[in-house]
């Protein structure tokens, strides 16, 4: 009998998806690439491409997503290496993202008390790939910001003055000091779709 007819109880429950902690798929994967046992591999791989998908429509559709994998946030760290370990570049884009959200969240360490910040646990290439991915997704979304609040009234406005004054004043609290420089990359307002999502492998735009 195969380890994947031995894990298929483990997986599925009839024809539904039993759900599986990412630790144990992670575990599976690991072990299945170092002693070539591919049906256990491709069945651990494909549950976490399932949750980890490779474009951005699975990925908004999370209620799919989670019959497949329990996982959390900082598991991308984890994802990140398995990637590069069995070359499944697949699983870095979401990864990648992720990690964005993890700049100012810390490990503590059980027996000392420590604290380090959790990307401190990527390569350094890794960590400036999610670090200037961060960089990128606020940039944009405070240009789009600004442009929103372009003090052009629309043709139907029916006070200009007053519409415009709002602005600015918006600008002011965001101590704003020249529109022009806030909106000058050129990447800014452009879809960051194919930096995160067709472009695992290399630098992106702004690295």
Request: hydrophobic letters at 35%; a neutral charge; proline letters at 6%.
């Given at each position: 009998?195969?380890?994947?007819?031995?894990?298929?109880?483990?997986?599925?429950?009839?024809?539904?998806?039993?759900?599986?902690?990412?630790?144990?798929?992670?575990?599976?994967?690991?072990?299945?690439?170092?002693?070539?046992?591919?049906?256990?591999?491709?069945?651990?791989?494909?549950?976490?491409?399932?949750?980890?998908?490779?474009?951005?429509?699975?990925?908004?559709?999370?209620?799919?997503?989670?019959?497949?994998?329990?996982?959390?946030?900082?598991?991308?760290?984890?994802?990140?290496?398995?990637?590069?370990?069995?070359?499944?570049?697949?699983?870095?884009?979401?990864?990648?993202?992720?990690?964005?959200?993890?700049?100012?969240?810390?490990?503590?360490?059980?027996?000392?008390?420590?604290?380090?910040?959790?990307?401190?646990?990527?390569?350094?290439?890794?960590?400036?790939?999610?670090?200037?991915?961060?960089?990128?997704?606020?940039?944009?979304?405070?240009?789009?910001?600004?442009?929103?609040?372009?003090?052009?009234?629309?043709?139907?406005?029916?006070?200009?003055?007053?519409?415009t004054a709002s602005v600015y004043k918006t600008w002011k609290?965001?101590?704003?000091?020249?529109?022009?420089?806030?909106?000058?990359?050129?990447?800014?307002?452009?879809?960051?779709?194919?930096?995160?999502?067709?472009?695992?492998?290399?630098?992106?735009?702004?690295?």
């Amino acid at each position: 009998m195969s380890l994947t007819a031995t894990y298929g109880s483990y997986f599925y429950r009839g024809d539904e998806p039993i759900p599986v902690q990412f630790d144990t798929l992670a575990a599976l994967v690991r072990m299945s690439h170092k002693y070539e046992m591919h049906d256990l591999y491709d069945t651990a791989i494909a549950r976490l491409q399932a949750y980890y998908p490779s474009n951005l429509r699975s990925w908004d559709d999370i209620c799919t997503r989670q019959r497949y994998v329990l996982a959390k946030p900082s598991d991308a760290l984890a994802l990140i290496k398995l990637a590069h370990l069995t070359e499944e570049s697949s699983l870095l884009p979401t990864a990648y993202l992720i990690c964005c959200s993890l700049d100012e969240t810390r490990r503590v360490r059980i027996h000392t008390g420590e604290q380090t910040p959790l990307l401190a646990e990527l390569s350094t290439w890794d960590h400036k790939r999610v670090l200037s991915g961060k960089a990128r997704l606020a940039q944009m979304c405070g240009t789009r910001v600004f442009h929103m609040l372009r003090p052009i009234p629309c043709e139907t406005c029916t006070s200009p003055e007053l519409c415009t004054a709002s602005v600015y004043k918006t600008w002011k609290e965001i101590s704003l000091v020249k529109f022009e420089k806030a909106t000058s990359d050129l990447y800014a307002l452009e879809p960051l779709l194919n930096w995160f999502w067709e472009q695992a492998q290399g630098p992106g735009p702004c690295s």
